[in-house]
């Protein structure tokens, strides 16, 4: 049997930090954030490009590929695609003002998706649905993408967000004119492709080959699976039946077993996977699916998100209105409403039958029950790729010792140092919305969060002793200081 351990995620790491010593650094660009400033920004990328597509697979992960014949990583990734498609992802200079990335609203410490409700776009304006996680597209057969499936094509995807109004305000001739202007890109795309021809169609390939290598097969589950649960509580096993037995009807790319042969809910993942309204309003302010479709029966229905990583994607759903993942247990276990589409039928059935019996009200899970389900879910989390060198941000301050604070906002920041929290304030007459950011002095972004207050704690978590940033930005205007956590 095959599969990642801890002792071989350690070797990994230190392969990956090794290929990493002796780097190329291409100018950047200045102008975003606090780098406004007037420091430059350089990408720092290893000579010989990180491996994307030597990953070991659990044996129910090649079970799944040589049942249903999803193609090998290697048939469609690339280092060198993926490393350009790296690069893409974190790059600020793709958004109209130079203010946000992909990665701005898929970041790498929470499972590569947002902890607001409603992500920040460019111009301060706020997407209409939470930023959904980044896992497994490598062999995911979910059919669609997005919350509400209305794209089939993770090419196409990934270069929307660069043309949405809201996000980042270009056009792809504009992402491609930028890419064309720097020194860093032609020779990205010669690698990736063989020619320095830079295309919107090249740019999706790229980005998709990225997102199609973050394999998060490393999670305590997966481990459970090889060694026979044996690392596994009570709890979480009563939460793993539990799981089984009602949430896998749904999220069933969500592999419980080694063998699927024996799994019976795991070999109906076809019949279940798609969009389910899962009776949040009786009342619609989004109609989801039926936005695109204009089918009655769509209304209210949304994607059924991969389980990966949950206990870091928080908040939850579509608008992001349940902050903990209790909440999200609580709601299925006694809030279900009884919308008319709220009937979980099987996706792919040519009938109306239903998975559960009708009213469909909630699971009622005792107080024990859903303590156990909570345990469980947070076995989904891959620890190792939250801080995988091959998926972090490429791009470093060039000059990271000298920074200047910017006092175009006055706040405070106290106490400096810090030990569990900081308390920023700051004055907000306009009562707008203010963004409250914390870097390292490599510009790598730790923490972020937005208020319409004048007031921000933010909780230092694990963050080791050391030197840190803090951006408030409000209408535009910046205000950074240099604070240290002791």
């Known amino acids: 049997m095959r599969f990642f351990t801890i002792l071989s995620l350690i070797t990994l790491s230190i392969i990956l930090i090794s290929s990493g010593n002796k780097s190329t650094k291409h100018p950047g660009y200045d102008g975003f954030a606090f780098r406004s400033g007037g420091f430059d920004v350089v990408l720092d990328l290893p000579d010989t490009p990180y491996d994307y597509t030597n990953v070991e697979l659990p044996v129910h992960y090649e079970n799944l590929i040589g049942m249903f014949g999803a193609p090998s990583l290697g048939e469609e990734v690339s280092n060198e695609g993926a490393t350009l498609g790296r690069v893409i992802f974190y790059d600020k200079n793709m958004s109209l003002n130079n203010t946000v990335a992909c990665a701005t609203c898929h970041l790498q410490e929470k499972g590569f998706a947002d902890d607001l409700a409603f992500s ?22 979910y059919p669609a993408f997005f919350w509400d499936d209305s794209e089939t094509s993770l090419e196409e995807m990934v270069i929307l967000p660069f043309q949405n109004g809201d996000e980042m305000g270009m056009t792809m ?9 720097t020194d860093y890109y032609p020779g990205l795309f010669s690698d990736a492709f063989g020619t320095e021809q830079i295309t919107s169609e090249r740019i999706g390939d790229a980005l998709s080959q990225f997102l199609r290598s973050m394999y998060m097969v490393d999670t305590k589950l997966d481990q459970g699976i090889a060694n026979g649960f044996a690392d596994f509580t009570a709890d979480e ?4 039946d539990i799981f089984a037995q009602n949430c896998q009807n749904c999220h069933s ?50 994607k059924t998100p991969n389980l990966k990583n949950v206990e870091l994607t928080g908040p939850y759903m579509h608008d992001g209105r349940f902050e903990t993942l209790r909440d999200v247990i609580d709601f299925y276990s006694d809030g279900i409403l009884p919308h008319p589409n709220t009937i979980f039928t099987a996706h792919f059935h040519y009938t109306d039958e239903s998975i559960f019996p009708q009213p469909f009200t909630g699971f009622d899970f005792t107080e024990d ?27 470093v301050l060039e000059d990271a010792v000298d920074i200047e604070e910017i006092n175009a906002i006055a706040f405070t920041a106290y ?57 408030v930005m409000i209408d535009g205007e910046q205000g950074l200081k240099k604070i240290s956590a002791q």
């Open 120 to 141: 920040e776009g460019f111009d301060g304006a706020l997407t209409s649905r939470n930023s959904l996680n980044i896992a497994d597209f490598g062999f995911t057969h």
């Open 173 to 181: 001739d504009e992402i491609v004119s930028r890419m064309e202007g």
């Open 237 to 240: 096993l009563d939460g793993l």
């Open 253 to 302: 790319q969500t592999i419980t077993s080694e063998d699927p042969f024996m799994n019976e809910l795991f070999f109906q993942m076809f019949e279940f996977l798609g969009p389910h309204n899962t009776g949040l309003d009786l009342l619609l302010d989004d109609y989801g699916v039926a936005n695109h479709t204009g089918e009655v029966t769509d209304e209210g229905k949304f």
């Open 369 to 395: 029950q859903k303590n156990s389900l909570e345990a469980f879910l947070l076995t989904l989390t891959d620890e190792g790729m939250m801080t995988d060198v091959r998926f972090s941000d490429p791009f």
């Open 415 to 471: 106490p400096n140092p810090f030990t569990d929290q900081l308390q920023v304030q700051f004055e907000n007459t306009s009562a707008s919305l203010a963004t409250v950011k914390l870097f390292d002095v490599k510009g790598q972004l730790l923490q972020h969060g937005v208020t319409m207050g004048n007031t921000y704690t933010l909780d230092r978590g694990d963050l080791p002793a050391g030197n840190y940033l803090v951006e």
